[in-house]
């Protein structure tokens, strides 16, 4: 039996629910509204507990459930366990650690994907075996765990690199939920205890979820499954490169039997003609999509999508930056949205140009200044291992101990791609050596038989360090040994231009009263949404790009995702010409517009082109 009410939805206390919530539907307010009832119901705070996938998310709820000037106006003593998924399970580690090879004691997690990468290579190179061999091993991520991982039992990677996160006490972002869910099968006394606090357990996202966060739900509501509450939407699954799988939201009956399913379908943010364009696009590529639901909507209707067809990537940031302007001046928000950061740049430009602030993120920054603000990290805590790590990837990639095939693909000779790896594995096995007493900067240090890339790696870090501790008697010297050992500003000019951006970035965040600009990836665009939301670089090798981690299916719900953003107005951008690096394509120029567009079955406006072409 279908719920079939709000009111059915948010009182059933009597089997396990899940809420299918298109964006928009107020799946937040739902969520809010259900902890509401249960606690003037009588029910503990302490046996609610609310698990969100981010931490925006996370925040988001409970700013709705306390606003006085909301709806519902709890005090903050009154909510419940609200959590992300990730913070809860390290609590859970934090009860027993040792039975996974940690210390209580300053344990920390390991969130940065590129060291995560380097782990796992250097995990490979260890066992003598290779790069690609590690890159299908970081794939056990993905099910949280090689058991799990249909292709591999057991690898001998993965125990390689928790042996490395062992030595530094670090547990990475997906292993917290690998772990809690070991504990908690290990041990009934603390699986008891958190199934107790979890007798209302409630889920936001769950269609991103993956195998091991399930496993961890299924755990945790295994003492009450009546009071397991979830909301998702297929549509908007778009972790596929995490693990993340709407097959969870699909088989949600056969996982939790004798399950009640009901569906919000009010949309409260886009109108008519915005959602039937998203549609159009689940229909065609999302082929296993529950349906087109039967939307009701509360919002005035707008106009159709615009999609313009725009003759250069100047043209476009002109375009954009003058309709965020307009808006902007009617005092409405703007967010732009983009297939990723290598767009930004010219924007960010354009807007300032007509005095626009934007959020832009420090990741736009070009990489050097990623690179230098490394280096100040290292010097001041050279202890670090993974800093340590990670600054002699950028000696050999690009500094003093340069080593050719920091891009392997680039390489022409067999020698030197041997000689690459054999200096990557001299380097791997330094973690051999490190344990408690001994970092590894100190084996780097001490290492007897050392080669000469490890030699020159060695004097550079020393020379770095002498000249920040001596920085008050000679200060223009760790500027100078900073650039020569890395690599980066050795010519000066790129020092003042690299200036010039961070200024410039600086600049952009002074927030101003008129409203700013988002400026986001479309993979960060979940859970946003503005009056006017801009989406450029809608070619097809862009968006779908046929390279990509994710599939064409996946890449249509990222669309989905990101046009259902929009309130009032949305426009899509494509353009003629795309400079290479940002095209992924062979062709630069006469680019196709996006087989998404296509669905939409209508023409693309022509904007900016001079009058006589065409
Ligand atoms: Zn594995």
């Not at 299916?553 to 949305?570: D, H, I, N």
């Amino acid at each position: 039996m279908a719920l079939t009410t709000y009111e059915e939805i948010v009182n059933n206390f009597s089997t396990p629910t899940f809420v299918l919530a298109g964006p928009g539907t107020g799946k937040t307010y739902l969520l809010a509204d259900r902890i509401t009832r249960l606690l003037r119901n009588g029910v503990n705070k302490e046996k609610i507990t609310v698990l969100t996938y981010t931490t925006d998310a996370n925040q988001n709820m409970k700013e709705t459930l306390t606003d006085q000037t909301g709806h519902f106006k709890l005090n903050f003593h009154e909510l419940p366990n609200i959590s992300t998924m990730h913070s809860l399970a390290l609590t859970i580690v934090q009860e027993d650690p040792h039975s996974v090879n940690l210390l209580k004691t300053d344990l920390q997690v390991q969130g940065n994907e590129k060291i995560k990468r380097l782990i796992y290579r250097d995990a490979a190179l260890i066992l003598g075996l290779t790069e690609e061999s590690s890159e299908e091993a970081r794939e056990c991520k993905q099910y949280g765990d090689c058991n799990q991982n249909p292709d591999r039992e057991r690898c001998g990677i993965c125990i390689k690199y928790w042996e490395i996160m062992s030595k530094c006490n670090r547990v990475d972002f997906d292993d917290q939920i690998l772990f809690a869910c070991k504990i908690l099968e290990k041990s009934p006394t603390i699986l008891k205890k958190y199934q107790l606090q979890a007798e209302h357990l409630l889920i936001d996202e769950y269609q991103d979820i993956n195998t091991a966060q399930f496993r961890l739900i299924e755990l945790l509501s295994r003492g009450k499954r009546k009071g397991l509450f979830v909301v998702g939407d297929d549509a908007q699954s778009i972790y596929a490169f995490r693990g993340g799988d709407p097959k969870f939201i699909l088989r949600f009956q056969e996982d939790f039997l004798g399950s009640e399913i009901g569906k919000l379908n009010i949309s409260r943010r886009c109108h008519e003609n915005i959602m039937n364009d998203a549609f159009k696009v689940l229909e065609k590529y999302y082929t296993d999509w529950y349906g087109r639901p039967n939307i009701q909507f509360s919002v005035e209707c707008g106009d159709q999508p615009y999609i313009y067809h725009v003759p250069s990537e100047i043209t476009e940031a002109r375009i954009v930056a003058n309709i965020a302007k307009s808006a902007i001046q009617e005092k409405k928000d703007v967010l732009i949205l983009a297939p990723k950061k290598g767009f930004f740049p010219l924007i960010i430009k354009e807007l300032s140009k007509r005095c626009l602030y934007s959020d832009c993120q420090v990741s736009f920054l070009p990489k050097r200044i990623e690179i230098a603000n490394r280096f100040l990290a290292w010097v001041e805590g050279p202890s670090n291992n993974f800093l340590t790590r990670l600054v002699i990837e950028d000696l050999i990639n690009i500094g003093l101990a340069k080593v050719p095939g920091a891009n392997k693909k680039k390489l022409k000779s067999e020698k030197s791609l041997y000689k690459r790896i054999e200096e990557e594995t001299e380097i791997a096995k330094i973690w051999e050596l490190v344990n408690k007493d001994s970092n590894f900067f100190n084996v780097v240090q001490q290492l007897e038989k050392a080669n000469t890339t490890i030699v020159k790696i060695r004097d550079g870090l020393n020379s770095l360090l002498t000249a920040y501790s001596d920085h008050g008697e000679d200060p223009g010297e760790f500027a100078k040994q900073l650039s020569f050992v890395s690599g980066i500003w050795s010519d000066p000019l790129k020092l003042s231009q690299d200036i010039c951006d961070v200024v410039r970035l600086l600049d952009s965040q002074i927030p101003v009263i008129t409203g700013t600009v988002q400026l986001r990836t479309m993979r960060k665009a979940k859970g946003l949404q503005a009056t006017v939301v801009i989406i450029v670089g809608l070619e097809n090798d862009i968006i779908p790009d046929p390279d990509s981690n994710s599939d064409v299916v996946e890449q249509a719900r990222l669309f989905y995702v990101s046009m259902t953003r929009a309130k009032e107005s949305l426009y899509l951008f494509h353009s003629y010409r795309r400079p290479r690096g940002i095209s992924y394509g062979p062709e630069w120029s006469d680019k196709q517009r996006s087989e998404f567009l296509d669905v939409l079955g209508r023409k693309s406006e022509w904007k900016g082109f001079r009058k006589n072409k065409k």
